[in-house]
């Protein structure tokens, strides 16, 4: 049996792909057929559902791996922590795998993490760390040692009208560093973040290259004021300049690279890729002859967990209703940048993620969102006002699964309207439209969102 299925996995993905195909029932499954039916809180958690036996011990080791808790060296299990840091494990941020919670009233902001840098590139075109911090705040540490700083969120609400004369309300927040350790430079740039969803990702990573840049536009070519264009960022282990696909500035090539820097950075852990501790070259360095703190096996297996994570299914996705909110959508020019439907390319070293028909809702590309979504840090390519085309797959079950609705970069969005509302520049159009949509258009619009 297992030899059948090795022999139709490989057909399947061998197959090629005939661009007038359609099938009213992929609708429902938005990994291909690396979705799953769950509804439940564990939606995100969920190994490939077409995946060799073999591989599937893979996928649960890196899943341990995952969700360990790394302590301060030296320790029988997990050493390593920090010195300086912000989480103790993967699993602190992306709960049940999914979306990162921005801190409310009374809570500290270990929920999040900064990126910090000045002025100028790097070696490569990265951004460049700030002296005495590096390129993130690492708002903890281990007993004895000094945390770098802290930072505080104040938040002024503002309110705004709809068109047909109700009022809506955004939260405009600001972020002040404080309790630094050493003196922070008056002209670094800070950038907020929570974490994204870890769902899905390796289908995103299958992706083709060529597939993605057929959709940029940087000069806008077409006139429809949408001129979403690449990021090229340096891979760390291959020693080379590629397509960012990943983080929410596209600022990550690959999967294997975007686990081993949330190790190091997040964590304070080493690895071959990033063999160095964050804290190197400041008074809290540990000095220990530990490095690297984990083996390429669990890294590797960290990556193949998250590569082989599942994609939730639609819900609801024929209902009337849903199907209104979905043609709303479209209408109001969203798809161009949330594109609906992406196919990944041929891959026989990995049939699991080949050419599969997935609906990601993102066009892994940089779009320019506008002064008031803007962090004024540019990373590799990206300016500070732009953004990578956040996939919107799995987003109506946020608060099932991470119990809340904060959305963006920064969780400052409330709701899913709130962050329609907050696009602006590219997407200005679009907000526009959505702004001037009845109230019932904006339920249907709400509908088919959660639906995804």
Same mark, same amino acid.
């Given at each position: 049996m ?5 022999i139709?996995?490989?057909?399947v ?29 564990k939606?995100?958690?969920h ?11 893979v *996928?649960e080791i890196?899943?341990?791996q995952?969700?360990?808790t790394?302590?301060s ?5 997990n050493?390593?922590?920090g ?7 993967c699993?602190?941020?992306?709960i049940?795998d999914?979306r990162g ?17 000045l002025?100028?590139?790097g070696?490569?075109?990265e951004?460049?760390p700030v002296p005495? @911090? ?6 903890r540490?281990n007993?004895?040692?000094?945390k770098?700083?802290?930072v505080?969120?104040?938040y002024?609400?503002?309110? @705004?009208?709809w ?9 405009f ?9 050493? %003196?922070? #430079?008056?002209?670094?740039?800070? %950038?907020?973040?929570?974490a994204a969803?870890?769902?899905g ?5 299958a992706?083709a /290259?060529s597939?993605i840049l ?5 000069l ?5 004021g949408? %001129?979403g264009r #690449? &990021?090229?960022v340096?891979?760390?282990?291959q020693?080379q300049?590629?397509?960012? =696909? @990943? ?8 999967l294997?690279?975007?686990v ?9 852990i080493?690895s071959?890729?990033f ?8 008074p809290?360095y540990?000095?220990l002859?530990?490095d690297?703190?984990i ?14 994570l599942?994609?939730?299914g =639609?819900?609801?996705a024929?209902?009337?209703i849903?199907?209104?909110g ?16 992406i196919?990944?390319?041929v ?7 080949s050419?599969?028909?997935i *609906?990601p ?10 002064e008031?979504l803007?962090?004024? =840090? #540019?990373?590799?390519?990206?300016t500070g &006002? /732009?953004? =990578?085309?956040?996939?919107?797959w ?5 608060q099932?699964?991470n119990? *809340?609705?904060?959305f963006?970069?920064d969780g400052?969005?409330r ?5 329609i509302?907050? *696009?602006?520049?590219e997407?200005?159009s679009a ?5 001037n949509?009845?109230? /019932? /258009?904006? %339920? ?6 959660e639906?995804?």
């Open positions: 297992l030899l059948v299925t090795v139709i996995i490989v057909l993905a061998c197959n090629k792909f005939d661009a007038g195909y359609s099938n009213p029932d992929d609708e429902w499954r938005s990994g291909g057929q690396q979705t799953v039916f769950d509804q439940s809180s939606a995100f958690g190994m490939f559902p077409v995946l060799p036996e073999h591989l599937e011990r *996928h890196g899943d341990v995952f969700n360990a790394f302590v060296a030296p320790a029988p299990v050493p390593g922590l010195p300086i840091f912000n989480s103790v494990g699993a602190s941020c992306h049940g999914g919670k921005v801190p409310g009233a009374g809570e500290t902001t270990v929920l999040m993490l900064f990126r910090v840098s002025p100028g590139t070696t490569f075109g951004p460049l005495g @911090f590096g390129d993130q705040l690492q708002n540490a007993l004895g040692k000094t770098e700083a802290d505080t969120i104040t002024e609400e503002k309110t @705004f009208e068109g047909d004369g109700t009022t809506y309300k955004l939260r927040p600001t972020y002040t560093v404080t309790n630094t350790y050493t %003196s922070f #430079p008056g002209n670094a740039m800070l %950038s907020p973040r929570v969803p870890a769902f990702l390796g289908l995103l990573e992706v /290259e597939e057929s959709r940029a536009d940087e806008d070519a077409d006139g429809d949408i %001129s #690449p &990021n090229y340096w891979n760390y282990a020693k300049t590629m397509l960012g =696909r @990943f983080g929410w500035k596209a600022n990550q090539p690959d294997l690279q975007q081993a820097a949330a190790y190091n950075q997040d964590i304070g080493t071959s890729i063999p160095r501790e964050s804290s190197f070259d400041q809290q540990d000095g002859a530990d690297p703190e083996t390429d096996s669990i890294l590797h297996s960290v990556a193949f967990y998250v590569k082989t599942a994609v939730p =639609r819900r609801n024929t209902d009337p849903v199907l209104k979905k043609q709303l959508f479209l209408d109001a020019g969203c798809g161009k940048c949330h594109i609906p439907d196919r990944t390319a891959n026989v070293a990995f049939p699991p993620v050419n599969q028909l *609906h809702y993102t066009d892994l590309l940089l779009h320019d969102m506008g008031e803007a962090d004024s =840090r #540019p990373d590799f390519l990206a &006002n /732009e953004w =990578r085309t956040a996939p919107l799995g987003i109506g079950l946020t099932k699964v119990g *809340h609705n904060n963006l970069h400052r969005a709701s899913l309207l709130e962050a509302m907050w *696009h602006g520049g997407a200005d907000r526009q439209k959505v702004k949509m009845t109230a /019932e /258009e904006r %339920s249907a619009l709400v509908k088919f969102l639906s995804l």
